[in-house]
């Protein structure tokens, strides 16, 4: 059963326990005070007729006037002898030579009752009549009940009509309000539908329901979108730049294959270009695999104490060569500082940031490392006087294959791919560190990476 059809039903049985309840109370309260005043009435009369009953010389009871009774009237009277024989009756009920209430006479206390003569509902008031503690009659009052029934019909009429509409208009409310409850909800379905069916990552659901839980759920349905749209459109990125990267060698090495093929004497110069794509392959398949590693945190890491300042010294002789004298290569300030981490990979990170730095900067120009410490963190420091990232690219700088439009014009050389700086991140993001970049256009980059200091204690 849907969920609307078991709320209307559960709003329809809660209406009809509620109101039938209701209407019982009503129902009964009305009748009591109707009896009431039925009760009421046959009592005053009853009084009326025993002050003007006396008992004569001859020990008989004697009622010397009854209350006029008139045909219409729908009260009628009798008194009775205890020989069973009628001594008084109203004349509305002359011709009547039952009793009103035959049980009743044989009562010991003033009772009502209820009960059916020729077809005809009464309400009997039977008084045993007593002098001196002995009975001598029984006076009996009753009226006509068919006022009174009739009322109590047409009250559970109306009850019921109006408990049936009651069940009808809670249902009807259940299935309307669960409906505009339940819409923005089929809309998330159908979103949710239609994303499955088109491949269509770019929906997004109205949030109508903006302030109830429903406009969370939706709300955060359309997050999850963004999320996901985001890591497929990455993946379709990285997908499309793999391809791209791969291409490029692969050709290369097609080419030289068939040239060296038509020759009778092995090319060197085929060889030496087969060689080097081959290495840039192996270059890339390498940096994917390490990068995947690292970002799924599974980099294998061989944590060792590292002293960071002999590694930076270490690192600026590479740096030195690598850089052919084209910019200045200087340790502006070198604090000894200890860490734990993989020497290997903190070297590689030195090495990818520090080259990038000389990559980047012109001839003549300047990269100044320095090492110092920042309350319990070791801060590298690799600041170049290069052109600068433009502030646009500085968000995606640590994006895999994210390339600067300078650095993609370069990349015809072979030597960008635009992952360095994604290993860098990811490296020390597994070494429990952070990594900063602060770039003016024109005048240069600052590189800052942050690692935890390895306390004395620790070291041993
Ligand atoms: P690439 O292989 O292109 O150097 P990276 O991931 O190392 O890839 O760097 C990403 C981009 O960041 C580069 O393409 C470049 O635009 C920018 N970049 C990185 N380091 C510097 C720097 N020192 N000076 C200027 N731009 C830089």
Redesign the pocket.
Request: cysteine-free; proline content about 2%; aromatic content about 12%.
């Given at each position: 059963m849907s969920l609307r059809a078991q709320l209307s039903l559960l709003y329809s049985l809660l209406a009809g326990v509620v109101f039938a309840a209701a209407a019982f109370i009503v129902y009964a309260l009305v009748s009591v005070m109707l009896i009431d005043q039925i009760d009421y009435t046959l009592t005053s009369t009853a009084n009326v007729v025993m002050s003007s009953t006396r008992i004569d010389a001859q020990g008989q009871v004697v009622v010397d006037q009854l209350p006029v009774m008139d045909v219409t009237s729908p009260r009628y009277i009798q008194v009775w002898n205890t020989s069973d024989e009628l001594i008084s009756e109203s004349q509305n009920i002359s011709s009547l030579r039952l009793s009103l209430d035959p049980d009743g006479l044989r009562l010991p206390m003033p009772a009502y009752r209820d009960v059916e003569l020729n077809e005809v509902q009464l309400r009997v008031l039977s008084v045993p009549l007593q002098v001196s503690g002995r009975k001598m009659a029984v006076l009996q009052v009753g009226t006509n009940r068919a006022l009174v029934d009739e009322l109590q019909g047409i009250l559970r009429t109306v009850l019921g009509i109006a408990l049936a509409l009651a069940i009808l208009v809670a249902g009807l409310y259940g299935w309307l309000g669960t409906s505009l409850v339940l819409s923005p909800l089929e809309k998330v379905t159908e979103a949710a539908r239609s994303i499955a069916n088109k491949d269509d990552l770019s929906r997004r659901i109205p949030n109508v329901a903006r302030k109830n839980e429903i406009g969370v759920l939706i709300e955060a349905f359309n997050q999850t979108l963004d999320r996901l749209e985001d890591i497929f459109n990455k993946q379709k990125r990285f997908l499309a730049d793999v391809s791209h990267e791969l291409r490029t060698p692969l050709t290369v090495i097609k080419g030289n294959a068939g040239l060296l093929r038509k020759m009778k004497e092995p090319d060197e110069e085929s060889l030496r270009e087969i060689e080097v794509e081959v290495d840039r392959l192996t270059r890339l398949v390498g940096d994917l695999l390490l990068l995947a590693q690292a970002e799924a945190g599974r980099l294998e890491l061989h944590m060792q104490p590292v002293e960071l300042d002999v590694l930076l010294t270490e690192v600026l002789k590479q740096a030195r060569i690598l850089s052919l004298d084209k910019v200045q290569i200087h340790i502006d300030e070198i604090d000894q500082v200890m860490v734990r981490g993989d020497r290997d990979r903190l070297k590689q990170v030195l090495i990818?940031?520090i080259?990038?730095?000389i990559?980047?900067?012109p001839i003549g120009g300047r990269v100044g490392l320095r090492l110092v410490r920042a309350g319990n963190t070791a801060q590298l420091i690799?600041s170049?006087t290069?052109?600068?990232?433009p502030a646009n690219?500085i968000p995606h700088?640590?994006e895999r294959f994210?390339?600067?439009?300078?650095?993609?014009t370069?990349?015809l050389d072979g030597?960008?791919?635009?992952?360095?700086?994604?290993?860098?991140f990811w490296i020390i993001k597994n070494q429990g560190g952070d990594i900063e970049?602060k770039?003016i256009e024109g005048q240069?980059?600052t590189?800052v990476v942050s690692l935890p200091i390895l306390k004395e204690k620790e070291s041993t």
């Open positions: 990818n940031l080259a990038n730095a990559k980047y900067t690799i170049d290069g052109p600068g990232i690219d700088i640590f994210y390339r600067g439009d300078k650095a993609r370069r990349s030597s960008s791919y635009g992952l360095g700086l994604s290993i860098v970049v770039s240069g980059t590189f």
